[in-house]
């Protein structure tokens, strides 16, 4: 049995999905008992700030796919061992190579990081760079109009498809990647008016782009989430620590297959953007 974590979100959703079609245990953990899931996994209501409330969902588990960034995280890895499970594979990212504690985003990647090698479980660190999915953000101004803003518009990203993260996270808990650290992009680096773009010939429309200055992008963001994240993202993005341009073989390596390009992303997704 896997136990995925984080199980309704862009991520775990995909990984649910993809340890399902393959025939395998798969059991999700959601807060609400009336969360849609796919057909063959078994929900579990609970929450990885309370671990104490997580004896039932880890009776009987293998693996867990983990999310980063919770408190009690020692605390759950301390249970998940006692319940027997054996492997963690862990949803980091790739500001965790920083190892930056000043960072508000590298600092929870990073200790989480740590936690899970100091747990005494097999790992695996699953380090993706940019969602393709992140373009949802674009969502309010494609049904107000034809004119798409975008923030640090001078900053490319080999954003990838979050099933394709799935895909490499399910292999992953069947085991054979213990001790690994899988950097994940996809197939080509995009700056963002060339995500845009690629959205207008998937939907048939002339899309305007807008390309923001720092301090329109900044106002932008003081507006949206507290300040120690614009400053994580200030510092990736202006200052230029976060290198997201790379492009790895990861997926193909591990897969089989190719990594989804973003035209087959928003192709797969138009209906959202309609």
Do not use: K
Not at 15 to 25: D, E, I, K, N, Q
Not at 90 to 112: I, P, W
Not at 206 to 212: A, K, P, Y
């Amino acid at each position: 049995m896997f136990l995925v974590t984080g199980a309704t979100g862009n991520v775990g959703r995909e990984v649910v999905s993809a340890l399902a079609a393959a025939g395998a245990p798969v059991r999700a953990l959601v807060r609400r008992p009336d969360a849609e899931l796919p057909d063959g996994a078994e929900a579990t209501v609970g929450d990885l700030n309370d671990p104490g409330a997580l004896t039932g969902a880890l009776e009987g588990v293998e693996g867990v796919f983990l999310m980063s960034g919770y408190e009690n995280l020692p605390g759950l890895l301390t249970r998940a061992r006692d319940a027997g499970v054996r492997r963690i594979v862990l949803l980091s990212g790739g500001s965790a190579t920083l190892a930056d504690l000043d960072n508000a985003v590298s600092r929870y990647m990073t200790l989480s990081e740590r936690a899970v090698r100091e747990s005494g479980l097999d790992w695996t660190f699953l380090r993706p760079r940019a969602f393709m999915s992140n373009a949802l953000r674009w969502l309010p101004q494609l049904r107000a109009g034809d004119t798409v803003r975008v923030q640090f518009p001078d900053v490319a990203a080999a954003c990838i498809d979050p099933a394709d993260i799935a895909a490499v996270a399910a292999l992953a808990l069947a085991g054979g990647h213990e001790g690994q650290v899988h950097d994940l992009t996809g197939p080509v680096a995009l700056r963002p008016a060339e995500q845009v773009e690629v959205l207008a010939s998937v939907l048939g429309r002339e899309l305007r782009v807008v390309e923001l200055s720092n301090d329109e992008t900044r106002a932008e963001l003081v507006a949206d989430m507290p300040q120690a994240y614009v400053d994580a993202f200030w510092n990736f993005y202006v200052d230029g620590t976060l290198d997201e341009a790379t492009v790895y073989p990861t997926v193909p390596d591990v897969t089989g297959r190719p990594a989804r390009t973003f035209a087959e992303w928003a192709g797969a997704h138009a209906d959202a953007f309609r």
